[in-house]
């Protein structure tokens, strides 16, 4: 089987691992700053600070923001639904704006139509590793006097207008589970160029605690904390960030890579008058976290046919992003809501494999089945033998 993604873990990614584990401090310690200390250099912010997992950046990310009850916050709805749960998780409402078909990104002009006197915040998402239009919103954000947040889970490594994600905001949240072109298991990152936010999220992740593990361990008088505040544990261990750390130097390679496999996918498709491909433009750099082909209406075949097929010839593929406000966990929040355009692409799009080193053959392979799948069910088509499934929408 062909996988779907698959991370780039080596031999001195569980070297890192091993000698952080028999070098006497496991947790949050003296790995987790140096890996927040290159991760800021990397990315161009001023500070980073390390967490457990993405969906826990977004939620410290919510807190400092200053969202709480009531508050609503803009988001794409066309997202993995840990963007929208962690506006949630503050008491607070998303409001789904549509995306733009061809990037899959928030669109600003139905984002500048959601705003109300209860916006706080505009939660934009980098899909896919895809930039969303981070002026736009900048300036839509500074128009309304609103915090601009970034979910850029899946987009380490991915840069905008020249500069990398991470750096062009207040708060940029990250990713590093397996699915993510840098991966330390499970695992997030904040980058942030404010000091006040710096130091909260700094408490925060870690129980609200006036001295850290760390500080307390090193002195040579006795420190007692006081915790200052309702605080979480969020930290990521320094067993991850070790592995982080080297992942990190490799990152730029990988993420040359994984564009090298995007081009191939390109030139291969760009004829097929029935798929869309993803659209990089200027100045939008992309790490390609997933490759997705869109299928048009006059398409062949269906999403969910061509995914069996595919699954049936040992490929491994995976619809379109989801949409949250179809889930059950939002059937009771957002009655009746209906999002054509981010429904749309959500259905009729399909993620096929693109991990590093992903071998020749398998590319050729891939590239190879889903054009003869087209084609046959074009000839087919015409014969007037096939019977096409009907679209499921999820
Ligand atoms: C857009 C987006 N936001 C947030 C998350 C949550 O990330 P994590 O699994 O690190 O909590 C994901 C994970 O897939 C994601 O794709």
Redesign the pocket.
């Known amino acids: 089987m062909i996988p779907i993604a698959k991370p780039y873990l080596i031999e001195e990614d569980a070297q890192a691992a091993y000698d952080t584990i028999l070098s006497g401090w496991i947790t949050q310690g003296p790995k987790v700053q140096e890996f927040e200390e290159k991760f800021a250099r990397y990315t161009g912010a001023t500070y980073a600070v390390a967490l457990s997992?993405?969906?826990t950046a977004?939620h410290l990310a919510m807190i400092v923001a200053g969202i709480g009850q009531d508050d609503e916050v803009i988001c794409p709805s066309m997202?993995?639904i840990?963007?929208a749960n962690s506006v949630r998780y503050v008491g607070a409402k998303p409001v789904f704006a549509e995306v733009n078909p061809a990037t899959y990104n928030i669109d600003p002009v139905d984002a500048e139509k959601k705003i109300t006197p209860k916006t706080k915040a505009i939660l934009i998402?980098h899909q896919i590793g895809m930039p969303a239009d981070i002026d736009a919103f900048k300036a839509l954000c500074k128009k309304y006097t609103l915090q601009l947040i970034e979910?850029a889970?899946?987009a380490v490594g991915s840069s905008y207008k020249g500069e990398q994600i991470g750096s062009h905001s207040e708060l940029v949240c990250f990713?590093f589970?397996p699915?993510k072109v840098l991966s330390t298991g499970?695992g997030?990152m904040i980058t942030t160029n404010r000091e006040d936010y710096y130091k909260r999220l700094k408490l925060l992740r870690q129980h609200g605690m006036s001295v850290n593990d760390r500080v307390r361990h090193l002195s040579d008088k006795v420190v007692f904390e006081d915790h200052l505040e309702l605080g979480y544990n969020y930290r990521m261990t320094d067993i991850q960030a070790a592995v982080g750390i080297k992942q990190l130097e490799k990152l730029n390679w990988i993420v040359e890579k994984r564009r090298q496999i995007a081009y191939l996918y390109h030139e291969a498709f760009k004829q097929m008058p029935w798929l869309r491909l993803p659209l990089e433009e200027e100045g939008y750099i992309s790490n390609y976290q997933s490759y997705a082909i869109y299928l048009k209406k006059d398409c062949p075949i269906s999403r969910n046919e061509l995914m069996q097929k595919l699954l049936d010839a040992g490929i491994a593929s995976r619809r379109g992003v989801m949409t949250a406000h179809r889930e059950t966990a939002y059937l009771g929040y957002c009655k009746g809501l209906q999002l054509p355009v981010s429904e749309d692409a959500s259905d009729r799009s399909i993620i096929i494999p693109l991990y590093v080193p992903m071998p020749e053959e398998e590319i050729t392979y891939v590239i190879g089945h889903i054009k003869n799948m087209l084609s046959m069910a074009e000839n087919e088509n015409c014969n007037g033998s096939l019977t096409l499934l009907p679209e499921n929408n999820q």
Do not use: E, P
């Open positions: 997992n993405c969906t977004l997202s993995y840990a963007t998402v979910d889970a899946c990713s589970h699915r499970d997030g």
